[in-house]
Nanobody, 114 residues
Framework: QVQLVESGGDLVQPGGSLRLSCAASGFTFSNYVLTWVRQAPGKGLEWVASISTAGSRADYSDSVKGRFTISRDNTKNTMTLQMTGLRPEDTAVYYC???????RGQGTQVTVSS
């Protein structure tokens, strides 16, 4: 059974940092590209970042490039999203996904507000 479990969301002030984690199980982790997506209140899903199977390539949306860093540990079946320079417009529920298997986790709430 494929499972993706996010954690690390919180309320943070503008300019602050957060580190999100995704723990995966039920599939051969190292075989799949993984992504982070987010959904802001009242809006659709927005792709944030993707990471290749070995972690050697990362791609980012223009809205987060230079502020967020995606990484993975294939020995621990985990993926992270390090977020810095957070802005109010980053407020959203963040999901880790396995696009090929069409699975995502339950999400973790990130709120950026003073």
């Amino acid at each position: 059974q494929v499972q993706l479990v996010e954690s690390g969301g919180d309320l943070v002030q503008p300019g602050g940092s957060l580190r999100l984690s995704c723990a995966a199980s039920g599939f051969t982790f190292s075989n799949y590209v993984l992504t982070w997506v987010r959904q802001a209140p009242g809006k659709g899903l927005e792709w944030v970042a993707s990471i290749s199977t070995a972690g050697s390539r990362a791609d980012y949306s223009d809205s987060v490039k230079g502020r967020f860093t995606i990484s993975r540990d294939n020995t621990k079946n985990t993926m992270t999203l390090q977020m810095t320079g957070l802005r109010p417009e980053d407020t959203a529920v963040y999901y880790c996904t396995n696009p090929q298997l069409e699975r995502r986790g339950q999400g973790t709430q990130v709120t950026v507000s003073s």
